[in-house]
């Protein structure tokens, strides 16, 4: 088990970063981070754009940390920037693509299968910042699949790993 931080969470209706990065990102709503979220195994998270779309499953909640964000990059990144789902503080969740983790933010155990990395595109030099992209290559997140249904909440939270191990932990 790991003592780890939910640091934001982001729950977006609307894909906001269609089209050229030139352009800049599609308005949307100004309540995007949320405090607390509902997921649903297989589904998603409840009110974002992933939540059951057949072409999402096995993508549909994606999760970054703030350790593998550079430095300079760190203090401003915001979720509502990179477009990730959940922002963790204690673990290198992009070392475990293969593995299944569990995060519990005290509402009880919501399980993850780490399907694959979230791969930074052209937006995050647009949204974030000149030079984004290619320092977030290797470090923008894991693709999941949510393995059962609970609550995600902003703040202290606790995490296993089965089936893979844990870098920089």
Not at 37 to 51: H, P
Not at 93 to 121: E, K, W, Y
């Given at each position: ?40 195994r ?31 990059i ?17 673990v ?5 693509v293969?593995?299944?983790?569990t995060?519990?933010c ?50 202290p939270a ?11 932990a």
């Amino acid at each position: 088990m790991i003592e780890v931080e939910v640091r934001q969470l982001l729950v977006s209706p609307a894909h906001r970063l269609a089209g050229r990065p030139a352009d800049g990102p599609s308005p949307g709503p100004s309540d995007e981070r949320v405090e607390r979220v509902a997921v649903r195994r297989g589904l998603g998270l409840v009110g974002d754009r992933y939540y059951g779309r057949p072409a999402h499953r096995d993508a549909s909640v994606t999760i970054m940390s703030v350790e593998r964000l550079p430095r300079d990059i760190a203090p401003r990144v915001d979720l509502r920037h990179t477009r990730r789902n959940v922002l963790l503080e204690g673990v290198d969740i992009d070392s475990l693509v293969g593995a299944t983790v569990t995060l519990d933010c005290g509402t009880g155990p919501v399980p993850f299968a780490v399907n694959r990395p979230a791969r930074p595109c052209a937006w995050m030099d647009v949204t974030i910042g000149p030079g984004a992209q290619r320092a977030l290559r290797g470090g923008g997140g894991v693709r999941c699949t949510p393995l059962g249904d609970g609550v995600l909440t902003v703040g202290p939270a606790r995490l296993w790993v089965s089936g893979g191990t844990v870098a920089d932990a």
